[in-house]
Protein backbone atom coordinates (compact mmCIF):
# COMPACT_ATOMS: atom_id res chain seq x y z
CA UNK A 1 0.00 0.00 0.00
CA UNK A 2 1.06 3.58 -0.22
CA UNK A 3 3.18 5.10 2.35
CA UNK A 4 3.57 8.38 4.03
CA UNK A 5 4.33 11.18 1.46
CA UNK A 6 4.92 14.62 1.70
CA UNK A 7 4.75 17.84 -0.39
CA UNK A 8 6.64 19.46 -1.68
CA UNK A 9 10.09 17.32 -1.74
CA UNK A 10 11.82 20.25 -1.90
CA UNK A 11 11.38 24.06 -1.06
CA UNK A 12 13.37 27.57 -1.38
CA UNK A 13 12.29 30.60 0.78
CA UNK A 14 13.35 33.53 1.26
CA UNK A 15 14.08 34.95 4.58
CA UNK A 16 10.94 36.29 5.82
CA UNK A 17 8.57 34.28 3.71
CA UNK A 18 5.80 31.85 5.26
CA UNK A 19 5.82 28.38 3.68
CA UNK A 20 3.77 25.44 4.15
CA UNK A 21 4.31 21.71 3.83
CA UNK A 22 2.25 18.74 3.49
CA UNK A 23 2.05 15.35 4.82
CA UNK A 24 -0.35 13.15 3.80
CA UNK A 25 0.11 9.58 6.47
CA UNK A 26 -0.74 6.39 5.62
CA UNK A 27 -4.38 5.20 5.67
CA UNK A 28 -6.49 5.21 8.81
CA UNK A 29 -3.17 5.80 10.89
CA UNK A 30 -4.57 7.80 13.93
CA UNK A 31 -1.20 8.99 15.28
CA UNK A 32 1.24 11.85 13.55
CA UNK A 33 4.59 12.91 14.35
CA UNK A 34 6.52 15.65 12.55
CA UNK A 35 10.27 15.86 13.22
CA UNK A 36 12.90 18.60 11.77
CA UNK A 37 16.55 16.52 10.74
CA UNK A 38 19.79 19.50 10.62
CA UNK A 39 21.61 18.49 7.90
CA UNK A 40 23.98 15.55 9.36
CA UNK A 41 22.32 14.93 12.28
CA UNK A 42 19.16 12.82 13.48
CA UNK A 43 15.89 14.09 13.73
CA UNK A 44 14.12 16.31 16.42
CA UNK A 45 10.44 15.97 17.23
CA UNK A 46 8.51 18.74 16.63
CA UNK A 47 4.81 17.83 17.32
CA UNK A 48 2.56 15.01 17.84
CA UNK A 49 -1.52 14.48 16.88
CA UNK A 50 -3.80 12.10 17.48
CA UNK A 51 -6.26 12.22 15.51
CA UNK A 52 -7.09 16.11 14.78
CA UNK A 53 -5.79 16.68 18.34
CA UNK A 54 -2.26 17.91 19.15
CA UNK A 55 -1.44 16.64 21.93
CA UNK A 56 2.35 17.40 21.78
CA UNK A 57 4.08 20.71 20.44
CA UNK A 58 6.44 20.85 23.33
CA UNK A 59 9.20 20.49 20.63
CA UNK A 60 8.35 23.32 18.13
CA UNK A 61 11.09 26.05 18.11
CA UNK A 62 9.16 29.15 18.31
CA UNK A 63 5.14 30.21 17.80
CA UNK A 64 7.17 31.00 14.08
CA UNK A 65 5.90 27.36 13.70
CA UNK A 66 2.44 25.98 13.44
CA UNK A 67 0.58 22.80 12.80
CA UNK A 68 -2.42 21.07 12.09
CA UNK A 69 -4.39 18.16 11.46
CA UNK A 70 -8.15 19.67 11.19
CA UNK A 71 -9.72 16.16 10.14
CA UNK A 72 -7.60 13.59 11.75
CA UNK A 73 -6.06 12.44 8.47
CA UNK A 74 -3.47 15.05 6.26
CA UNK A 75 -1.28 17.61 8.61
CA UNK A 76 0.23 21.06 7.21
CA UNK A 77 3.06 22.27 8.94
CA UNK A 78 3.18 25.94 8.64
CA UNK A 79 6.51 28.23 9.34
CA UNK A 80 5.84 31.98 9.19
CA UNK A 81 8.38 34.54 8.63
CA UNK A 82 10.90 32.02 7.68
CA UNK A 83 14.86 32.25 9.20
CA UNK A 84 18.35 31.14 7.96
CA UNK A 85 18.11 28.20 11.02
CA UNK A 86 14.77 26.88 9.78
CA UNK A 87 16.70 25.34 6.87
CA UNK A 88 16.71 21.52 7.22
CA UNK A 89 14.90 18.58 6.24
CA UNK A 90 11.12 18.38 7.95
CA UNK A 91 10.07 14.58 7.99
CA UNK A 92 6.37 13.41 9.07
CA UNK A 93 5.83 10.07 10.37
CA UNK A 94 2.70 7.90 10.86
CA UNK A 95 1.61 5.03 13.35
CA UNK A 96 -1.08 3.08 13.68
CA UNK A 97 -2.18 4.61 16.88
CA UNK A 98 -0.57 5.50 21.00
CA UNK A 99 0.09 2.06 21.33
CA UNK A 100 2.44 0.73 19.29
CA UNK A 101 5.83 2.60 20.02
CA UNK A 102 7.85 1.02 17.22
CA UNK A 103 6.22 1.59 14.66
CA UNK A 104 6.33 5.05 13.10
CA UNK A 105 6.31 5.29 9.29
CA UNK A 106 8.65 8.00 8.04
CA UNK A 107 7.71 10.15 5.08
CA UNK A 108 10.76 11.06 2.43
CA UNK A 109 10.74 14.41 3.34
CA UNK A 110 10.48 18.07 2.96
CA UNK A 111 13.70 19.95 2.06
CA UNK A 112 13.69 23.46 3.12
CA UNK A 113 16.19 25.75 2.05
CA UNK A 114 16.16 29.57 3.65
CA UNK A 115 18.12 31.80 1.89
CA UNK B 1 24.70 16.69 26.56
CA UNK B 2 22.38 15.41 24.10
CA UNK B 3 20.00 12.33 25.70
CA UNK B 4 20.97 10.19 22.54
CA UNK B 5 24.74 9.83 21.52
CA UNK B 6 26.28 8.49 18.56
CA UNK B 7 29.09 8.06 17.13
CA UNK B 8 28.80 10.22 13.47
CA UNK B 9 31.60 8.29 12.06
CA UNK B 10 32.53 7.38 9.11
CA UNK B 11 32.90 3.94 9.44
CA UNK B 12 34.10 2.31 6.19
CA UNK B 13 34.41 -1.54 6.45
CA UNK B 14 35.21 -4.04 3.60
CA UNK B 15 32.27 -6.12 2.01
CA UNK B 16 31.41 -9.15 4.22
CA UNK B 17 32.71 -7.17 7.45
CA UNK B 18 30.76 -7.61 10.69
CA UNK B 19 29.64 -4.20 11.46
CA UNK B 20 28.87 -2.92 15.35
CA UNK B 21 26.75 -0.09 15.52
CA UNK B 22 26.26 1.82 19.52
CA UNK B 23 24.58 4.64 20.71
CA UNK B 24 24.33 5.23 24.66
CA UNK B 25 21.88 7.61 26.13
CA UNK B 26 21.11 9.32 29.72
CA UNK B 27 17.42 8.97 30.41
CA UNK B 28 16.63 5.98 32.05
CA UNK B 29 13.05 5.93 31.08
CA UNK B 30 13.53 4.60 28.07
CA UNK B 31 12.15 1.54 27.27
CA UNK B 32 11.99 1.30 23.24
CA UNK B 33 15.02 0.88 21.51
CA UNK B 34 15.12 1.04 17.61
CA UNK B 35 17.18 0.91 14.66
CA UNK B 36 16.33 3.25 11.38
CA UNK B 37 18.52 2.54 8.35
CA UNK B 38 18.26 6.20 6.06
CA UNK B 39 19.89 6.44 2.23
CA UNK B 40 20.35 9.80 1.22
CA UNK B 41 17.79 12.04 0.86
CA UNK B 42 15.10 8.97 2.00
CA UNK B 43 13.46 8.98 5.17
CA UNK B 44 14.17 6.99 7.98
CA UNK B 45 13.46 3.09 7.11
CA UNK B 46 12.82 1.04 10.79
CA UNK B 47 15.14 -2.23 10.91
CA UNK B 48 14.56 -3.14 14.29
CA UNK B 49 13.47 -2.81 17.72
CA UNK B 50 13.81 -4.27 21.00
CA UNK B 51 11.98 -3.68 24.31
CA UNK B 52 13.88 -3.66 27.25
CA UNK B 53 17.20 -5.57 28.10
CA UNK B 54 18.10 -8.47 25.77
CA UNK B 55 19.09 -9.53 22.45
CA UNK B 56 16.93 -9.50 19.07
CA UNK B 57 17.76 -10.81 15.34
CA UNK B 58 16.54 -10.80 12.05
CA UNK B 59 18.62 -11.97 9.33
CA UNK B 60 22.05 -10.35 9.22
CA UNK B 61 20.55 -7.86 11.66
CA UNK B 62 21.20 -8.49 16.03
CA UNK B 63 20.19 -5.96 18.11
CA UNK B 64 21.28 -5.52 21.93
CA UNK B 65 20.30 -3.31 24.67
CA UNK B 66 22.24 -3.43 28.32
CA UNK B 67 19.93 -0.89 30.07
CA UNK B 68 21.84 -1.05 33.21
CA UNK B 69 24.44 0.65 31.21
CA UNK B 70 22.58 2.70 29.07
CA UNK B 71 24.86 0.85 26.04
CA UNK B 72 22.38 -0.42 22.59
CA UNK B 73 24.03 -2.06 19.76
CA UNK B 74 23.41 -3.36 15.90
CA UNK B 75 25.51 -6.02 14.62
CA UNK B 76 25.06 -6.38 10.79
CA UNK B 77 26.68 -9.83 9.47
CA UNK B 78 27.83 -10.54 6.33
CA UNK B 79 28.03 -6.59 4.78
CA UNK B 80 27.10 -5.79 1.66
CA UNK B 81 27.30 -2.70 -0.42
CA UNK B 82 23.77 -2.24 -0.22
CA UNK B 83 23.66 -1.66 3.73
CA UNK B 84 25.82 1.71 2.82
CA UNK B 85 23.88 4.48 4.69
CA UNK B 86 23.13 6.55 7.17
CA UNK B 87 22.11 4.14 11.03
CA UNK B 88 19.74 6.16 13.53
CA UNK B 89 19.40 5.28 16.56
CA UNK B 90 16.07 5.86 18.67
CA UNK B 91 14.78 5.68 21.82
CA UNK B 92 11.06 5.62 23.20
CA UNK B 93 9.92 6.05 27.34
CA UNK B 94 6.47 4.88 25.58
CA UNK B 95 4.28 6.94 27.32
CA UNK B 96 1.13 8.54 25.72
CA UNK B 97 2.98 10.92 23.11
CA UNK B 98 5.35 7.47 21.99
CA UNK B 99 8.05 10.35 19.96
CA UNK B 100 11.28 9.17 19.28
CA UNK B 101 14.34 10.43 20.46
CA UNK B 102 17.04 10.15 17.94
CA UNK B 103 21.07 10.00 18.17
CA UNK B 104 22.57 11.55 15.47
CA UNK B 105 23.37 8.81 13.15
CA UNK B 106 26.44 6.87 12.11
CA UNK B 107 27.40 7.44 8.42
CA UNK B 108 28.20 3.31 6.80
CA UNK B 109 30.82 2.86 3.91
CA UNK B 110 30.41 -1.01 2.73
CA UNK B 111 33.25 -1.19 0.07
CA UNK B 112 32.96 -4.21 -2.81
Known amino acids: GAGVSQSPRYKVAKRGQDVALRCDPISGHVSLFWYQQALGQGPEFLTY????????KSGLPSDRFFAERPEGSVSTLKIQRTQQEDSAVYLC?????????????FGPGTRLTVT | QKEVEQDPGPLSVPEGAIVSLNCTYSNSAFQYFMWYRQYSRKGPELLMY????GNKEDGRFTAQVDKSSKYISLFIRDSQPSDSATYLC????????????FGGGTRLMVKP
Open chain 1, 93 to 105: ASSPGPGVVYEQY
Open chain 2, 90 to 101: AMSAGNAGNMLT
Open chain 2, 50 to 53: TYSS
Open chain 1, 49 to 56: FQNEAQLD
